[in-house]
């Protein structure tokens, strides 16, 4: 169980990491948060943020993947305040609050 574990969690990584830097060609400078996996590696949870470079407003985009197959569960949570003097911190607060309950259901523990 580990070995497969292990390559999982490498397969991933290296899929996170060619699929996050796409969005930066589209004028936002994002980055990247880890939010966690389940006990057994099955699920992950990251969250992308930004703020907007046209607009100014912040965004977080939280997604969760089944490893084993390395597929998006569901669509991403998305919560985008559309105000450029709003807090970014707030904005990734509100963004855990509705993930949750997916959170939970999934059994992702947070770092």
Request: net charge positive.
């Given at each position: ?54 607009s ?38 509100q ?17």
């Amino acid at each position: 169980m580990m070995a497969f574990k292990q390559t999982s969690l490498k397969r991933l990584l290296f899929f996170l990491l060619c699929m996050v830097p796409q969005p930066v060609h589209a004028g936002m400078d994002e980055s990247l948060n880890l939010i966690g996996f389940s006990k057994e590696g099955t699920f992950l949870a990251f969250e992308t943020f930004a703020v907007g470079d046209c607009s100014g407003f912040p965004q977080s985009k939280i997604t969760f993947v089944d490893v084993p197959s390395n597929r998006w569960i569901g669509k991403p949570i998305l919560e985008k305040v559309e105000d450029e003097n709003a807090d970014h911190r707030l904005v990734r607060e509100q963004a855990l609050k509705k993930a949750a309950n997916q959170l939970q259901k999934l059994k992702i523990e947070k770092n």
